[in-house]
């Protein structure tokens, strides 16, 4: 009786951490972006954007490459947007093999984006503008992803397989994230708050 209680038990065990392990984790979200144009009108943001928490999320690009999330602190701080893992869509080629044969195949071509924080404009919380990010290389407010580096000789392009903006905010100040990328493309969002 023993034995198979004890069996059971390790039995009861062992599935659970099974579970534990395959289960998907709560950051790994996806969100399909819902086409948006680049707008300043905060409603027009506000009516598309789908809600995202810190952590991190996939976010796949719609058919005509553009579009908002929102975003939304609970607390007061300094948050990291960070952006990397692009993935362009497959696209069908036609290469010619070594024997002369023409061969269909599929690959990923190079593909590149940009990314805006949008806050709403002092004095005018009816319309939203672009807002500085500061990345080790200084100030922008747009971040651009490749899917690999982009390089001129021995000088980096301003086109990187990972960026990270980061800025101040209030709790509850919800800001708009705009995705500007190909179209079926997919980038991997990382929002933190720092210490």
């Given at each position: 009786?023993?034995?198979?209680?004890?069996k059971?038990?390790?039995?009861?065990i062992?599935?659970?951490?099974?579970?534990?392990?395959?289960?998907?984790?709560?950051?790994?979200?996806?969100?399909?972006?819902?086409?948006?144009p680049?707008?300043?009108?905060?409603?027009?943001?506000?009516?598309?954007?789908?809600?995202?928490?810190?952590?991190?999320?996939?976010?796949?690009?719609?058919?005509?490459?553009?579009?908002?999330?929102?975003?939304?602190?609970?607390?007061?701080?300094?948050?990291?947007?960070?952006?990397s893992?692009?993935k362009?869509?497959?696209?069908?080629?036609?290469?010619?093999?070594?024997?002369?044969?023409?061969?269909?195949?599929?690959?990923?071509?190079?593909?590149?984006?940009?990314?805006?924080v949008?806050?709403?404009?002092?004095?005018?919380?009816?319309?939203?503008?672009q807002?500085?990010?500061?990345?080790?290389?200084?100030?922008?407010?747009?971040?651009?992803?490749?899917?690999?580096?982009?390089?001129?000789?021995?000088?980096?392009?301003?086109?990187?397989?990972?960026?990270?903006?980061?800025i101040p905010?209030?709790?509850?100040?919800?800001?708009?994230?705009?995705?500007?990328?190909?179209?079926?493309?997919?980038?991997?969002?990382?929002?933190?708050?720092?210490?």
């Amino acid at each position: 009786m023993r034995r198979q209680t004890r069996k059971l038990l390790l039995l009861m065990i062992v599935t659970v951490l099974l579970f534990g392990i395959l289960a998907v984790p709560a950051g790994a979200a996806t969100r399909k972006l819902k086409y948006q144009p680049f707008t300043r009108v905060r409603a027009k943001a506000d009516a598309k954007a789908l809600s995202v928490g810190e952590g991190q999320v996939t976010v796949k690009i719609p058919k005509k490459g553009r579009g908002y999330l929102k975003f939304t602190p609970t607390k007061d701080g300094t948050y990291a947007f960070m952006l990397s893992g692009l993935k362009s869509r497959k696209q069908k080629v036609q290469v010619v093999t070594k024997t002369g044969k023409i061969k269909t195949k599929k690959i990923r071509p190079f593909s590149n984006g940009y990314f805006y924080v949008m806050t709403a404009d002092t004095g005018n919380t009816l319309r939203i503008g672009q807002a500085p990010l500061a990345t080790s290389g200084g100030t922008t407010n747009a971040l651009w992803v490749a899917t690999r580096k982009v390089q001129y000789g021995n000088k980096v392009g301003w086109r990187l397989k990972k960026r990270v903006g980061m800025i101040p905010l209030k709790a509850g100040q919800t800001v708009y994230l705009y995705f500007s990328f190909n179209k079926g493309d997919t980038v991997k969002l990382r929002i933190e708050r720092g210490v």
